[in-house]
Structures are given as structure tokens and as C-alpha cells.
């Protein structure tokens, strides 16, 4: 079944029918919604003392967060359209850095929102590749 939405529809329904030859039929309603997906950010950074961010995020498909589990210095949780990011102090002479993945009911990765937090003897505030890091 190929399915092919219109230009000015923000849906599309496709009524399936089968039939097992014996007379015995069945059907059902297939809805097809654009994705809408907004994030307030997709790069969040921690100074080396860690802290807490928050991220908006707002959806017309249920999703669920993945984070990586070798990120325990980082906790997530999420509520009422708000991610909350806690990420602990980081003792490493490294920045670290994780990706959490926004993912729909099928699996398939919406939005990847970049986490990162300087080394321990970073300098307050500059930058950390792409990301900029603000002083706390």
C-alpha cells in the first residue's frame, strides 16, 4: 500500500480491508499525521560542577528519551512537555559528552539532542566544539 498525502492535508485515513475468502471479512481505519516535533535545543553544556538544564520539547506522536547507559554522570527525566538534564561533577581531564535520542512508538530516532560538559580543568565559559559553554 503506498500512501500519498495531498499538499494541503494534515492527514490521511486508508480504510484496509481483508478478506480470508470464506465470507469473513474485516477492516480497519489507518490515520496518517505529519510528524511535529519542536525542541527548545539539541546541544545542552555543563560547566565541570555539572548542574541541572531543562529542554521543551513539544510532539503530536508519543516518544519516549534514550540515554546512554555508560552516561551515568547524566540523569533525564521528563515531564509535562519539560527534559530535565542533571549531570554531576566531572573529575575527568576530559569533556564527555552524550546523546540522547528522542524515538517514536516505532524506533525510529526523531530528534538527537547533544549533551556535553567540560573537563575538569576547563577554563569558565568559551566553547567546547560546536558548543557554547556558559558560565553557571
Known amino acids: 500500500i503506498k500512501v500519498v498525502k495531498g499538499a494541503k492535508a ?6 484496509v480491508l481483508a478478506s480470508n475468502g ?8 489507518i490515520t496518517f499525521n505529519e510528524l511535529e ?5 539539541v546541544d ?5 560542577a555539572g548542574g541541572t538544564s531543562t529542554v521543551q520539547l513539544s510532539s503530536n506522536v508519543e516518544f519516549k528519551l534514550e540515554v546512554p547507559a555508560e552516561a551515568t554522570w547524566l540523569t ?7 527534559m530535565t538534564l542533571t549531570a554531576v561533577e566531572n573529575p575527568l581531564r576530559r569533556i ?9 512508538e516505532y524506533g525510529y530516532v526523531i ?14 565559559g568559551g566553547q567546547m566544539g560546536d558548543i557554547n559553554i556558559l558560565p553557571a
Open 10 to 15: 494534515e492527514s490521511v485515513q486508508v480504510l
Open 22 to 29: 470464506k465470507g469473513q471479512k474485516d477492516y480497519e481505519i
Open 37 to 41: 516535533f519542536t525542541s527548545s535545543a
Open 44 to 48: 545542552v553544556a555543563f560547566e565541570t
Open 76 to 82: 533525564c527525566t521528563y515531564a509535562e512537555g519539560t
Open 96 to 104: 564527555r559528552t552524550a546523546e540522547i535520542k528522542v524515538v517514536d
Open 111 to 124: 530528534e538527537t539532542i547533544t549533551v556535553a560538559q567540560a573537563a575538569a580543568d576547563y577554563q569558565a
